[in-house]
């Protein structure tokens, strides 16, 4: 079991802190001050808040909705699934802008003769970061809604969900951001070349957002086998789920 730090103090009203070993940013649950734990000078994060719009039963209803819609889904299995566990937790993202010039250089060998050439890629990002080091989550998936974001306050966290603190800094999330835009920026230039010989990005990041979205978590059981779903608290919309897989028959 993880001790909890329980000796570190709300600046802003000096209530008690529940504060895991390896969160460094820390929400205060009476009075919602949010700021990086231990840093030098404290300061108050620019933080806001995704509300979830949903309970159990209509996530559930959702997911069996999604059960059954779309192509390569068992035909019973929104009837024949059983929903073990719905949990809804608030995940700490960091909402980085990021607008990327790159400049490449490469070869194009999908046409003969292969051909020298070079271009830039301009894009703005807004780019999502999970705040939490060595887990997964679909962000590419998952946009924040133009509705439904307000500035935090901790008396719209629904009793009884997981309230995870984030376990990096915005500096952090931005080298994050900037490495992870880098990739996509690279996946961009391979759609001009074949082969690329030179590649340099320039970055203008803006001030990054600290948010919590909350997401369902969910399991399901089907033909005695369990799945996975994670579920948008604030629009229903499922993020991403486990398809159990179909055996087609021959006829």
Same mark, same amino acid.
């Not at 990086?36 to 996530?59: C, M, R, T, Y």
């Given at each position: ?133 060595? #887990? ?7 946009? =924040? ?7 935090? $306050? @901790? !008396?719209? &966290? ?70 996975? #779903? ?7 919309? =499922? ?7 179909? $055996? @087609? !028959?021959? &006829?």
């Amino acid at each position: 079991m993880v001790d909890i730090v329980s000796e570190i103090e709300c600046e802003n009203c000096g209530a008690a802190l529940s504060i895991n070993p390896g969160e460094i940013v820390s929400t205060c649950r009476y009075c919602g001050y949010t700021a990086v734990v231990g840093a030098d000078k404290p300061f108050q994060l620019e933080h806001s808040l995704i509300v979830n719009n949903n309970n159990a039963a209509s996530i559930e209803n959702a997911l069996r909705d999604w059960m059954r819609e779309g192509f390569m889904k068992p035909e019973d299995l929104a009837k024949k699934s059983k929903i073990l566990t719905l949990e809804l937790r608030y995940l700490p993202f960091w909402l980085v802008p990021v607008d990327a010039t790159s400049n490449y250089e490469g070869v194009l060998e999908r046409v003969s003769p292969p051909s020298p050439r070079k271009g830039v890629i301009d894009r703005n990002y807004d780019w999502l970061v999970l705040g939490r080091k060595g #887990a997964q989550f679909p962000t590419r998936d998952y946009s =924040v809604p133009n509705t439904g974001k307000i500035p935090f $306050d @901790f !008396k719209r &966290i629904d009793s009884g969900a997981n309230f995870l603190n984030s376990e990096m800094t915005g500096e952090e999330a931005i080298e994050r951001a900037k490495d992870e835009v880098e990739v996509n920026q690279r996946f961009l230039a391979k759609q001009e070349v074949d082969q690329i010989t030179s590649f340099n990005t320039n970055f203008r990041v803006d001030r990054p957002t600290y948010i919590h979205a909350p997401v369902w978590f969910s399991t399901y059981e089907y033909k005695g086998r369990s799945y996975s #779903a994670l579920l948008d608290g604030n629009t229903g919309a =499922v993020l991403r789920a486990d398809i159990p897989r179909t $055996d @087609f !028959k021959m &006829i």
